[in-house]
């Protein structure tokens, strides 16, 4: 009798042992496995933010683009967030970049732009040519 109760008590130890280091095994691995995600989902949202486009403001009061000249990196994408502060719409064109965007009354506008070779691109407010004008210079 002596002998089958001390071998079940041998045996319920190896497997209480077994199930410890299981545990303690799966659970460093569990825990590697949430580290290794947390530090890729970090380093991706860093990517992310280091190459993304520049943004440049530039706004519509007046009928008149402040400010006139943009200067810009050659061979660099850049976003243009253009701000119409007049009680009516203004036509952001360039036609040196093929671009015609309109902005409404009193809106914000974000244009993605391509990377320019260098050389200097101008662009005016077709509904006002005369005053709304200006130039990206990319060096």
Known sequence: MTHCWMTHRLMTHRR?????????????????????????ALGAATAQTAGAPAEIALTIEKNRFDPEEIRVKAGTPFVLVITNKDGAPEEFESRDLRIEKVIPAGKTLRVRMPALKPGTYGFVGEYH???????IIAE
Do not use: D, F, P, S
């Open 16 to 40: 209480a042992k077994h199930l410890q280091t299981h545990r303690l095994r799966t659970g460093w691995a569990g825990l590697l496995a949430g580290a290794v995600a947390t530090l890729a």
């Open 129 to 135: 040519e005369k005053t709304a004008k200006g130039k």
